[in-house]
């Protein structure tokens, strides 16, 4: 079965510090991983994805975030965190079968809390 | 280039009731996927429709049903609302054929039942 696990509810940060945010994701396959934003009241806004290639992705808003296959982790990172990165992360795998699905199956999400 | 637009924003029922939620897709768009998200929780995936079908559906009961119209846009149907019907609804909106970019979300429907 696919899941995702994000072990941290919770990420606090002082502004101007690096920050991760983890998650680890159980898939048969290759995995396409996805992080997606969620500011109150809104919707998921897209960041980065992995399809393949580079471990190290790059994304919107100076986020980027590693694969790492042998340890089934993607975690999200930011040099250095801004109050406005302060929102509800989540992390999403999607299987990829021959005819593939789109079905996305997320992680319960991190709350980043970046302190001034 | 219109984003995906859902409707409408909050919504209030009482338990037994019926609602039905609308979901444009992003231009260009032909796939549209919806999911529940509960309070403090990751969204769930509800079902995906392509071509006016239901192509996938996940872990719920059949009063949750929908529909794709030729312009893409869908509508979420739920029966018999109950109390742990209340979340947020997102609709999200994909191409079929490029599999490797990201679903579009749009900014969800809050439903409470009440």
């Known amino acids: 079965a696919q899941s995702v696990a994000q072990p941290e509810d919770q990420v606090n940060v002082a502004e101007g510090n690096p920050l991760t945010v983890k998650c680890t994701y159980s898939v048969s396959g290759n995995p396409y991983l996805f992080w997606y934003v969620q500011y109150p009241n809104r919707g998921l806004q897209f960041l980065l994805k992995y399809i393949t290639g580079d471990n190290l992705v790059k994304g919107s808003y100076g986020f980027e975030a590693e694969f790492n296959k042998s340890q089934t982790s993607f975690h999200l990172k930011k040099p250095s965190a801004l109050v406005s990165d302060s929102a509800l992360y989540f992390c999403?795998?999607?299987?990829?079968?021959?005819?593939?699905?789109?079905?996305?199956?997320f992680g319960t999400g991190t709350l980043l809390a970046v302190q001034p | 280039d219109a984003g995906v637009t859902q409707s409408p924003t909050h919504l209030i029922k009482t338990r037994g009731q019926q609602v039905t939620l609308r979901c444009s897709p992003k231009s260009g768009h032909d796939t549209v996927s919806w999911y529940q998200q509960a309070l403090g929780q990751g969204p769930q995936f509800i079902f995906q429709?392509?071509?006016?079908?239901?192509?996938q559906r996940g872990n719920f009961p059949d009063r949750f049903s929908g529909h794709q119209f030729p312009n893409y846009s869908s509508e979420l149907n739920v029966n018999a609302l109950l109390l742990g019907d209340s979340a947020l609804y997102l609709c999200?909106?994909?191409?079929?054929?490029?599999?490797?970019?990201?679903?579009?979300f749009g900014d969800g429907t809050r439903l409470s039942i009440l």
């Open positions: 999403a795998v999607r299987a990829h079968y021959g005819g593939a699905t789109n079905k996305l199956i």
């Open positions: 429709y392509y071509e006016e079908e239901e192509r």
């Open positions: 999200a909106s994909s191409l079929a054929r490029n599999s490797n970019q990201p679903q579009h």
